[in-house]
């Protein structure tokens, strides 16, 4: 039974990017993290609950791009008044990846209190059951109050090709020294790190106090935390209030701040170099819906109307009615652009929904970025 001292104090929940393995759905003006996963609930708004779970009563730190910020208060806006008062929202000028989003939070975390205890999570993941989840967050709570960096890793659930892995150390119950970092693999590695017991999948998500990685930043990455560090503690009228959910709207240099840092990941500048990191064997179910068809197993049909004359194991997410007619094993996604975007429709065959990633970049190469 772990005691609420254990709990973190600060979230962050990184809602950036603009996913596009689940393109045309997921798109430049909604991507993933925004698409209903569970009935109306979207991967964001699983995610702000469980960062309200495992934060006791402290701020949930969402950063996001600023013209995602609409979506935010629109997915905030089933929660409680008292629960919508710990959200904060900063509005990214331009994406840089996720090493300055986490410096960017480490810095106002900072400002706001005493060496705090931060948890970081994705928006664009399925995790479950809760409970679990918050045995091992509780877990590398305990870890990094000693002055390290937690990482959760995932038991490999067979040889993943488009996950970076972590190479487990010695183990101290569920938590184990992490030994490596190792890049996405190619086929081969993959089955041997697969049948090994000894590396996990990166889940991206971090546990550390806001003290000990500000040290972290500035001895591995400089030039990513540098210009946050010249911040000022925001005054009160640098926020706005929209429904209840308070927006960093006017932090002054912010903007300034962002053009200046590096574009990196947060594995590349800290997490791979940083000597004082442990790992969290993950517990709880975890899923990284990285393409259409998983997104069909989890999610069942869509509103449109279907007409079905003799298909067969199809699938359709559309916002218009769909006729099909002796077809079967298709996936068929069509945004009709009611939403001021360009209309799109994607139809691929059940087994080829990796392919997507090739479509978008041939979208790229036309110079179609209207599309995406």
């Not at 090493?99 to 999570?121: E, R, T």
């Not at 890049?183 to 790190?193: G, N």
């Not at 194991?313 to 068929?332: K, Q, R, T």
């Given at each position: 039974m772990y005691m609420i001292r254990n709990m973190f104090d600060d979230c962050l929940i990184m809602a950036g990017g603009a996913g596009t393995r689940l393109w045309p759905a997921s798109n430049s003006g909604l991507p993933k993290q925004f698409l209903p996963v569970y009935g109306k609930k979207s991967f964001f708004s699983l995610a702000l609950e469980r960062a309200l779970e495992v934060t006791g009563s402290g701020q949930v730190i969402i950063i996001t791009g600023k013209s995602f910020v609409p979506h935010v208060i629109e997915e905030?806006?089933?929660?409680?008044?008292?629960?919508?008062?710990?959200?904060?929202?900063?509005?990214?000028?331009?994406?840089?990846?996720?090493?300055?989003?986490?410096?960017?939070?480490?810095?106002?975390?900072?400002?706001?209190?005493?060496?705090?205890?931060?948890?970081?999570?994705?928006?664009?993941?399925?995790i479950k059951p809760l409970e679990t989840f918050k045995?091992?967050?509780?877990?590398?709570?305990?870890?990094?109050g000693t002055g390290k960096l937690a990482v959760f890793g995932i038991p490999p659930a067979g040889p993943e090709t488009g996950f970076g892995y972590i190479e487990a150390g010695k183990k101290?119950?569920?938590?184990?020294?992490?030994?490596?970092?190792?890049?996405?693999?190619?086929?081969?590695?993959?089955?041997?790190?697969a049948a090994s017991k000894r590396f996990f999948w990166n889940s991206g998500m971090f546990a550390f106090s806001c003290e000990f990685m500000a040290q972290e930043f500035s001895r591995l990455a400089p030039d990513v935390i540098s210009p946050f560090n010249k911040l000022k503690i925001p005054k009160p009228e640098a926020y706005t209030e929209i429904k209840g959910v308070k927006i960093l709207s006017a932090w002054p240099g912010l903007d300034n701040a962002y053009r200046k840092t590096k574009s990196i990941s947060f594995d590349y500048a800290v997490a791979e170099k940083c000597g004082n990191t442990v790992m969290v064997r993950a517990s709880f179910n975890w899923i990284d819906i990285g393409n259409w068809e998983e997104y069909a197993k989890i999610c069942g049909g869509k509103d449109a109307q279907i007409f079905n004359a003799g298909s067969?194991?199809?699938?359709?997410?559309?916002?218009?009615?769909?006729?099909?007619?002796?077809?079967?094993?298709?996936?068929?996604?069509?945004?009709?652009?009611?939403?001021?975007?360009?209309?799109?429709?994607l139809i691929t065959r059940k087994g080829q929904t990796q392919k997507v990633r090739d479509v978008v970049d041939l979208i790229k190469k036309a110079g179609r970025s209207d599309l995406l």
């Open positions: 905030t806006a089933r929660f409680s008044a008292a629960k919508k008062k710990r959200f904060i929202v900063i509005g990214e000028p331009v994406a840089k990846n996720t090493a300055p989003a986490i410096a960017c939070a480490v810095v106002y975390s900072n400002f706001c209190g005493c060496n705090s205890k931060m948890l970081v999570l994705t928006s664009d993941h399925i045995n091992d967050v509780f877990l590398a709570a305990s870890a990094v101290n119950e569920n938590v184990y020294t992490a030994a490596a970092f190792h890049e996405k693999p190619d086929l081969k590695t993959a089955k041997k790190y067969e194991n199809c699938y359709v997410d559309s916002d218009i009615p769909v006729a099909l007619a002796g077809v079967e094993d298709l996936i068929i996604v069509i945004r009709s652009g009611k939403n001021g975007s360009r209309a799109t429709a």
